[in-house]
């Protein structure tokens, strides 16, 4: 079992930046990537970000492309450092962690492992 637990949101400004971070513990060896993936108020699920745990190929959605960055550290700790917010950012940020897929995927049935979401608010 991997578990996940994600820290760093809050409030900001648009056009401000917010780090979160998402520390895995557990079976973190079993792990072939993670990601990250929000939720706005009565919307659907949507994807942020992923990358391949070992090989560190990353994808972003088109509507983060160029402002979000994600990367980890060797202590197993997974990172999206978000500039230029704007308020449709806003939303509950969920880490997600697979050991079944090897690469990067938007796909969130393939991510077994989920965090408990962590909220960002982007005022205008």
């Known amino acids: 079992q991997v578990q996940l637990v994600e820290s760093g949101g809050g409030l900001v400004q648009a056009g401000g930046s917010l780090r979160l971070s998402c520390a895995a513990s557990?079976?973190?060896?079993?792990?072939?990537?993670m990601g990250w993936f929000r939720q706005a108020p009565g919307k659907d699920s949507e994807f942020v970000s992923a990358?391949?745990?070992?090989?560190?190929?990353t994808v972003y959605a088109d509507s983060v492309q160029g402002r979000f960055t994600i990367s980890r550290d060797v202590k197993n700790t997974l990172y999206l450092q978000m500039n230029s917010l704007k308020p449709q950012d806003t939303a509950v940020y969920f880490c997600?962690?697979?050991?079944?897929?090897?690469?990067?995927?938007?796909?969130?049935?393939?991510?077994?492992?989920w965090g408990q979401g962590t909220q960002v608010t982007v005022s205008s």
């Open positions: 557990g079976r973190t060896y079993m792990l072939y990537g």
């Open positions: 997600a962690a697979t050991d079944v897929s090897s690469s990067p995927s938007s796909d969130r049935r393939l991510y077994n492992y």
């Open positions: 990358l391949h745990w070992s090989g560190g190929r």
